[in-house]
C-alpha cells in the first residue's frame, strides 16, 4: 500500500463528511466498523450513518491538518488534526479535534475499520 493512496482516501472521506454524501460513506466505512467519539461513546457505522441520514449531523467546515500516515502490511494508521463547525441536533460542534483512523486494504478499496477522535484544549 502506498501513501498516496491513503491521502487520497483521507480527502475522499472528508469530502463525504462534509458533503453528508451517504453512499460514498456507505462504502469507505466498514461494516464492522468501531469509532469512539470524544465523549467515550462507542459507535458502529450505522450509528455514524444515521446521524447523516436523519440531517442531524451537519458540518460547515472542516480543515485537516498535521497528518501522519504509517503503513503497516496491508494497513494504515492515521493521525490528524481537524478544525470543524457544524452542528448535531441543531447543538454546535466547534474546535480542533485530534482522530486517529485504521485504514485496510480489502479486495477493491480501503476501508476505515477503527478510529477515535478528542477534543483539543
Not at 449531523?57 to 502490511?73: G, R, T
Not at 494508521?77 to 481537524?82: D, E, K, L, P
Request: net charge negative; hydrophobic share 45%; aromatic share 6%.
Amino acid at each position: 500500500m502506498k501513501i498516496e493512496t491513503v491521502i487520497n482516501a483521507e480527502i475522499e472521506l472528508l469530502t463525504a463528511v462534509k458533503n453528508s454524501d451517504i453512499s460514498a460513506l456507505e462504502t469507505i466505512l466498514h461494516d464492522d466498523l468501531l469509532f469512539n467519539l470524544p465523549d467515550g461513546q462507542t459507535i458502529t457505522k450505522e450509528l455514524d450513518l444515521n446521524s447523516y441520514r436523519s440531517g442531524k449531523m451537519k458540518i460547515d467546515f472542516l480543515e485537516a491538518s498535521d497528518q501522519i500516515i504509517n503503513v503497516i502490511d496491508n494497513s494504515a494508521v492515521v493521525a490528524v488534526t481537524i478544525s470543524l463547525k457544524g452542528s448535531y441536533d441543531n447543538n454546535p460542534v466547534n474546535g480542533v479535534f485530534k482522530y486517529i483512523r485504521v485504514w485496510k486494504q480489502f479486495e477493491s478499496n480501503l476501508k476505515v475499520i477503527a478510529g477515535s477522535c478528542i477534543q483539543l484544549a
